[in-house]
């Protein structure tokens, strides 16, 4: 009689634990032979295996028996053929359908067919059954425990690209990989830029070591992947669910959102044959069209194709427009360098005191947070060891979680607060200084960089280069031309006699020859008051 061989272990233990695939088909093996049975074919399935693909095998078992007209299936016992009522209905229906068939249980030592004792077929029903209810309590406990950790923060799965898993199983946290981190957070930053196709970031990525979480080179669906997990920033996502998650983040959630519409534009960065330096960002005065570039006998030329709406047919170099970027980026240049150091330095110490407070701040919102993360992992504690009710661990759990987001948003808050401001302002201020040298002395890219940080709205129209500068700038820039035209600093008399920052107890308005420079740079009393009349 032809039969086939049906093994399987479920789980790691099984195959460490004398049920590994080998042994259950060795005995198979001597069984069939010790019933004169001639194994047509061996069917088995791995503890790796997914469930998808533990179906598939038994689809393909059944439909081989019925396709070879085979009768007779050898398996070890009855959870090693199926665990399911779905898989054991298939079973039923296919022995129904022929007397003949049969389904041999070796260590059970039961041979089961249509024609079995009622008693046989309880039994069967029975042994499926207590299968089916092992496996749904089994999925039960996993549930309940993956809800367990996602309500202290932990993320029940493995880590994403740029974290690892450490710990023992049940108990694992995810810590920022050393190795992969790094790149991850580097990927985020280039992709923000605007500088990069997927493609092209996920190549030079690739390059410097980034891979997988198996080791292996990372394809662009996963990459793309990566860039919109909410993982990176501190959350993560779970059956559709954003969740806060208490692993420490790679980065901020403001580049995250920058990422996210960087990805979700409706014009993505394409492969560059010629990388122009001004491809969109000069727009035609007219219409109000991208300005598009191209090269002819060496040199690249700007101009606007909207033939239809607009007029322009002008070809503007690209050298003559940087000739006028360069001279507004002279515009912000205090002729005074010790004036220019002052500055600097008076920036500094007015932010002292700010950063100070900063610190003092952040230290004690992160002491806090930390206490109350502490809490809960206690609170966990105390309801294992049922020294509190259900009801009280849910209302302390709930309060606790309450506390930690609040905090956790004061330190966001905090973090992207005037700190942040006051230090870009210091960075505006040194780059103005120089901007024409660092700009000259940049690679293409980087040069890019400047004219988006420095420049707004730039236009073209007839050849003309028109030019706005960010708020930033701007502001910078009225106020160095206000002080470079003033009779006080033309004469050589500086309004301010002190380097220390001024007193701004006062409000009072600057006047006469003092006006043009003070009003702008330090609002306020003059450093050398005059005394009252």
């Known amino acids: 009689m032809k039969a086939v061989a049906y093994a399987r272990v479920s789980t790691k233990e099984q195959e460490e634990t004398g049920y590994s695939l080998p042994s259950q088909l060795k005995l198979l093996d001597e069984y069939s032979e010790q019933k004169d049975l001639k194994l047509i074919k061996r069917f088995s399935i791995s503890e790796s295996a997914s469930g998808k693909i533990q179906r598939k095998t038994f689809g393909e078992m059944i439909e081989y028996l019925v396709k070879n007209k085979i009768k007779i299936i050898v398996c070890e016992k009855t959870d090693r053929l199926t665990r399911n009522l779905k898989d054991a209905s298939s079973i039923n229906d296919w022995m129904n359908d022929d007397p003949e068939r049969q389904v041999h249980f070796v260590k059970e030592n039961v041979i089961l067919s249509r024609d079995s004792k009622s008693n046989d077929k309880f039994i069967w029903n029975i042994k499926v059954s207590t299968a089916q209810y092992y496996i749904d309590n089994l999925s039960e406990e996993v549930k309940k425990g993956q809800k367990e950790k996602i309500a202290q923060g932990g993320y029940p799965s493995w880590a994403p690209v740029g974290y690892k898993s450490i710990g023992e199983k049940g108990h694992k946290s995810h810590v920022i990989d050393e190795k992969t981190g790094p790149l991850v957070k580097k990927a985020f930053g280039m992709y923000a830029t605007g500088l990069y196709s997927v493609m092209s970031l996920l190549h030079l ?53 920058q990422v996210a519409n960087q990805l ?35 040199h690249t030329y700007g101009h606007c194709h909207h033939f239809k709406p607009c007029s322009q047919r002008k070809y503007t170099r690209e050298e003559k427009i940087e000739e006028g970027l360069l001279d507004n980026l002279e515009k912000l240049v205090l002729n005074d360098p010790e004036l220019a150091e002052w500055v600097k330095e008076g920036l500094k110490l007015s932010h002292k005191d700010e950063t100070k407070y900063h610190e003092v701040t952040m230290n004690n919102l992160k002491n806090e947070y930390d206490r109350y993360v502490k809490r809960l992992d206690m609170l966990y504690e105390d309801r294992l060891d049922e020294v509190i009710t259900k009801v009280q661990y849910e209302e302390r759990q709930r309060r606790y979680k309450e506390e930690i987001d609040r905090i956790g948003n004061q330190i966001k808050n905090h973090k992207d607060s005037n700190l942040n401001y006051h230090e870009k302002s210091i960075q505006i201020f040194e780059l103005s200084q120089d901007a024409r040298n660092i700009y000259l002395d940049s690679e293409p890219e980087d040069r890019r960089k400047i004219i988006k940080e420095v420049f707004g709205e730039m236009n073209l129209a007839n050849g003309l280069f028109t030019a706005k500068y960010t708020r930033a700038f701007q502001m910078l820039h009225d106020a160095v031309q206000a002080t470079n035209g003033s009779e006080v600093v033309k004469s050589g008399e500086i309004c301010f006699s002190t ?33 009252p009349a």
């Open 205 to 257: 990525l690739t390059e410097e070591g980034l891979r997988s979480r198996t080791g292996r080179k990372m394809v662009k669906g996963r990459f793309y992947d990566m860039l919109r997990n909410p993982f990176y920033y501190g959350s993560f996502k779970w059956n559709g669910v954003i969740h806060q998650g208490v692993h420490e983040p790679l980065i901020n959630k403001e580049l995250f959102d």
């Open 264 to 298: 979700s534009g409706k014009s993505q960065p394409r492969k560059q044959i010629h990388a122009h330096l001004f491809r969109g960002l000069i727009k035609c005065g007219e219409c109000g069209g991208m300005i598009t570039w191209q090269i002819q006998k060496g």
């Open 499 to 531: 380097s220390e920052p001024v007193d701004f107890d006062s409000t009072k308005a600057k006047t006469g020859d003092l006006a043009p420079v003070c009003s702008i740079w330090r609002p306020g009393p003059d450093s050398n008051r005059r005394p």
